[in-house]
């Protein structure tokens, strides 16, 4: 069964602590990336990665961190200096030939309090 | 010259009816135009896309029209039914591969 699987799907929190989301895909796709939601609004880009050992800051970078060690393994670390961390984390993936189809995972919902 | 803006936020139609989604771009450079449908808790997923060089493309009771010229795109969902009320995202892409998101439309179809 190919997809994107994003554990867990509810996590919470206490202010002050890191907290990884994690993301895997086995449809061998070069191109990964991390989104946040709020309510209400459209999704923001926070990380992306094109080819494993590389990646670069999306829109709303600061506070987050993320690793591609493995081409199917994308985690985004949300650490403490993110001052707003509350919000839903959807991970995608696609091809970087084009037409860049993004496939999304169930998502992540953090709560942090 | 980034932003993809959508219209209307929220909408709702009659069982039957037609709802129409409206999207606006400013960046020429941008070649690709997908739509998303996400229900509530869920990840959006790809519900059809276009590319410039056509006008119109259809999946169903689903349809993007597209205009060029005005820098438009539009999702028509023909004989809407309950099952379609999600939020729907119109997205544009250039060669970078990244998407840029329109805030989201919230459809409910009454029955």
């Known amino acids: 069964d190919g997809g994107i699987t994003q554990s867990p799907k509810y996590l919470f929190r206490k202010e002050g602590q890191n907290v990884t989301l994690s993301c895997e895909q086995n449809?061998?796709?070069?191109?990964m990336y991390w989104y946040r939601q709020d309510p209400g609004q459209g999704l923001r880009l926070i990380y992306y990665?094109?080819?494993?050992?590389?990646?670069q800051k999306g829109d709303i970078a600061e506070g987050y961190s993320v690793s591609r060690e493995k081409k199917e393994s994308f985690p985004l670390t949300v650490t403490s200096a993110q001052k707003n961390p509350t919000a839903f984390y959807l991970c995608?993936?696609?091809?970087?030939?084009?037409?860049?189809?993004?496939?999304f995972g169930p998502g992540t919902r953090l709560t942090v309090t | 010259q980034q932003q993809v803006k959508q219209s209307p936020q929220s909408l709702i139609v009659q069982k039957g009816g037609i709802s129409i989604i409206n999207c606006a771009y400013e960046n020429t450079a941008f070649d690709y135009f997908p739509w998303y449908q996400q229900f509530p808790g869920k990840g959006p997923a790809l519900l059809i896309a276009?590319?410039?060089?056509?006008s119109e493309k259809k999946e169903g009771r689903f349809t993007i029209s597209f205009n060029k010229s005005a820098k438009q795109f539009s999702l028509h969902i023909m004989d809407s039914q309950p099952g379609d009320s999600a939020t729907y995202f119109c997205?544009?892409?250039?060669?970078?591969?990244?998407?840029?998101f329109g805030q989201g439309t919230t459809l409910q179809v009454k029955p």
């Open positions: 997205a544009a892409s250039s060669n970078t591969g990244k998407l840029i």
């Open positions: 449809l061998n796709h070069d191109a």
């Open positions: 276009i590319r410039p060089d056509v």
């Open positions: 990665s094109q080819i494993v050992n590389d990646f």
């Open positions: 995608a993936s696609s091809t970087t030939g084009g037409p860049y189809e993004q496939y």
